[in-house]
């Protein structure tokens, strides 16, 4: 059982730069991949980002790609997700995300593939000039 908390989100002006942390609890936190999902009110919650347990492997949707960073510390229980270069369609709530079944692939991410057990209740993000 893994509980997830993100931190981070706010307000920020179209350019600019946001970093989101994930502090999971939990047992075998190292064992585990993460996965960071956004959703627009309204809209379907979209996967953009993974990495693997060991940080080795991780992947980007393209409207994120060269923009953001996902990253992680191991022995701080933490997952991170570096945003420069914020747009106005960034705007969402971020969802820090995992599942003991889940394993990120560097060239693709299929949401549908998973039924992610585990979910933090989300940081906003809103950019806005």
């Known amino acids: 059982q893994l509980q997830l908390v993100e931190s981070g989100g706010g307000l920020v002006q179209p350019g600019g730069s946001l970093r989101l942390s994930c502090v999971v609890s939990?047992?075998?936190?190292?064992?585990?991949?993460v996965a960071w999902y956004r959703q627009v009110p309204g809209k379907e919650r979209e996967a953009i980002s993974c990495?693997?347990?060991?940080?080795?492997?991780?992947y980007y949707v393209e409207s994120v790609k060269d923009r953001f960073t996902v990253s992680r510390d191991n022995a701080k229980n933490s997952v991170y997700l570096q945003m420069t270069s914020l747009k106005f369609e960034d705007t969402a709530v971020y969802y820090c995300?995992?599942?003991?079944?889940?394993?990120?692939?560097?060239?693709?991410?299929?949401?549908?593939?998973?039924?992610?057990?585990?979910w933090g209740k989300g940081t906003l993000v809103i950019v806005s000039s």
């Open positions: 939990g047992v075998g936190f190292d064992y585990y991949d």
């Open positions: 995300v995992s599942d003991p079944l889940f394993l990120c692939k560097s060239d693709e991410f299929n949401p549908d593939y998973y039924d992610m057990d585990y």
């Open positions: 990495i693997s347990s060991s940080g080795g492997t991780t």
